[in-house]
């Protein structure tokens, strides 16, 4: 099994801006919601985040990103945390798995379908699909990563994709007929629906 970082420094502006991780779905916080999906499939879990005190009552590892920016750094920054994170773990598994902390529906062989592909195709990077719609965020990454990483980062680099064209990049998809298992939040109107998906 590989360690997997839920990313969870979105400030959820459009949602009372406390912080994506406390939007309630059915009355539950979103970060519980992934939490059940995600934890059962990996081997150790961190938690990365812009503020730590927020997460105090979680029993995890807590990794703030090491870049500071006005609005947060975006995904990329908290890959890099999670990377470091997973390096320093006693014997360190090749890749770690990152998830954002707005996709509730997670499926729950995640981690099962990109170890799969990860044998095969010996890739850098893994990312989900849903009907061919790529979610880069819900990703597989190498730790021989870091530097580089690190180096795009302090050029400026902060979408996904910038960084990732260079490597060696897996896509894993799921298909779904009813409800998208990588579905995320992100306005009132996504909490509705997910309650309607999570309740049918």
């Known amino acids: 099994m590989y360690p997997g970082v ?3 420094g979105g400030s959820a502006r459009r949602l009372g801006g406390n912080g994506k991780a406390f939007v309630n779905i059915i009355g539950i916080p979103l970060i519980n919601l992934v939490l059940q999906k995600f934890e059962p499939q990996v081997e150790k879990l961190a938690i990365n985040t812009r503020d730590k005190k927020k997460f105090t009552k979680y029993n995890y590892p807590i990794i703030e990103d090491a870049i ?3 609005g947060g750094s975006g995904p990329l920054a908290g890959i890099s945390s999670a990377i470091k994170w997973a390096k320093k773990l006693t014997n360190p ?3 770690v798995v990152a998830v954002p902390v707005d996709t509730p529906l997670l499926p729950l062989d995640l981690v099962h379908k990109m170890s799969l592909e990860l044998e095969t195709k010996k890739s850098d990077i893994i990312f989900a699909s849903s009907n061919k719609n790529s979610y880069p965020v819900v990703s597989m990454w190498s730790l021989e990563l870091d530097r580089n990483l690190d180096n795009a980062l302090g050029e400026g680099v902060r979408k996904i994709d910038a960084f990732t064209s260079a490597y060696n ?3 894993v998809d799921w298909s779904f007929n009813d409800i998208d298992p990588f579905f ?3 306005n009132p109107e996504d909490i509705i629906l997910a309650e309607k998906y999570i309740k049918s």
Request: zero cysteines; aromatic letters at 0%; a neutral charge.
């Open 6 to 8: 839920i990313l969870a």
């Open 68 to 70: 500071r920016e006005q």
């Open 93 to 95: 598994m090749s890749h």
């Open 169 to 171: 990049v897996s896509i």
């Open 184 to 186: 995320n939040i992100n």
